[in-house]
């Protein structure tokens, strides 16, 4: 269910996503019908000219691949869910508390990672149905 959501999520913000860009790149005519030049297109073009003089501009490095949504886990009980430094799960009402915030990492179809935003360790269930964190992320296969 948790995994089913999480796709969800991320392809909803995916798709945001590319709407935005498709959106930026979009003139549209004016009301008059005079043949006018986009100002967008003119910032593009003026915002890729290196004038002479000016300082080097650092590129931007590409954002790596292991993307995934920030969100908390919430309980019908009216618990989050929270990974505490030292490990330990358990859940809490408070819910500003920055150990509730959960990366939700895609791997595979209806298959995600869950990993803890601030101590960046990684929320796992073995086979009884127990919870336990891990430093790595690793597949455990069961024949």
């Not at 986009?38 to 000016?54: A, E, I």
Request: with cysteine.
């Amino acid at each position: 269910m948790a995994a089913a959501i999480a796709s969800s999520l991320i392809r909803q913000k995916r798709q945001a996503r590319e709407r935005e860009k498709s959106n930026a790149c979009k003139c549209v005519n004016s009301p008059s019908k005079s043949k006018g030049s986009c100002d967008k297109n003119k910032l593009n073009v003026f915002s890729r000219v290196k004038l002479f003089g000016s300082k080097k501009r650092r590129r931007r490095r590409p954002e790596p691949q292991l993307k995934g949504i920030v969100t908390k886990l919430y309980s019908r009980q009216g618990y989050h869910l929270q990974l505490q430094a030292d490990g330990t799960i358990d859940g809490t009402k408070e819910e500003d508390s920055s150990y509730t915030l959960f990366n939700l990492i895609p791997v595979g179809l209806r298959v995600v990672a869950i990993q803890g935003v601030q101590t960046k360790l990684y929320l796992a269930m073995n086979s009884e149905g127990y919870l336990y964190t891990s430093v790595r992320m690793t597949v455990e296969e069961e024949k």
